[in-house]
């Protein structure tokens, strides 16, 4: 069975930085997308960033930017995937996920769209303050 587990979470000022990780475990063959994704109370998930994973070409919502940065890494049946963000707003509170897509292409993952990914992390709380 797969899973994910996220952590780096927490609470920061506006303007402030924080990493993201998530471990993936037990993968071990797929044409890979990964993703962070969030969802903020009342709001619909949305998909922050992902990167196709046998290119390293990565995707981002024009709402990050030039602020987040997506970028992975793998290990035996593991995959890594990290999320720096950088120039936080208080419209970047969320609960974030980690995600993964297995048999994915690179149109599928340019899109970031919630559905097509099967596993799901649990979540981390970014809280930024103004």
């Known amino acids: 069975q797969v899973q994910l587990v996220e952590s780096g979470g927490g609470s920061v000022q506006a303007g402030g930085s924080l990493r993201l990780s998530c471990v993936a475990s037990?993968?071990?063959?797929?044409?890979?997308?990964m993703g962070w994704f969030r969802q903020a109370p009342g709001k619909e998930r949305e998909g922050v960033a992902s990167?196709?994973?046998?290119?390293?070409?990565?995707?981002?919502a024009d709402s990050v930017k030039g602020r987040f940065t997506i970028s992975r890494d793998s290990a035996e049946n593991t995959l890594n995937l990290n999320l720096n963000m950088n120039s936080l707003k208080p419209e970047d509170t969320a609960m974030y996920y980690c995600?993964?897509?297995?048999?994915?292409?690179?149109?599928?993952?340019?899109?970031?769209?919630?559905?097509?990914?099967?596993?799901w992390g649990q979540g981390t709380q970014v809280t930024v303050s103004s």
């Open positions: 995600a993964v897509d297995t048999y994915s292409d690179w149109g599928r993952c340019s899109r970031r769209m919630a559905g097509n990914f099967r596993d």
């Open positions: 037990r993968y071990t063959y797929g044409t890979y997308c």
């Open positions: 990167i196709y994973w046998s290119t390293g070409d990565t995707f981002y």
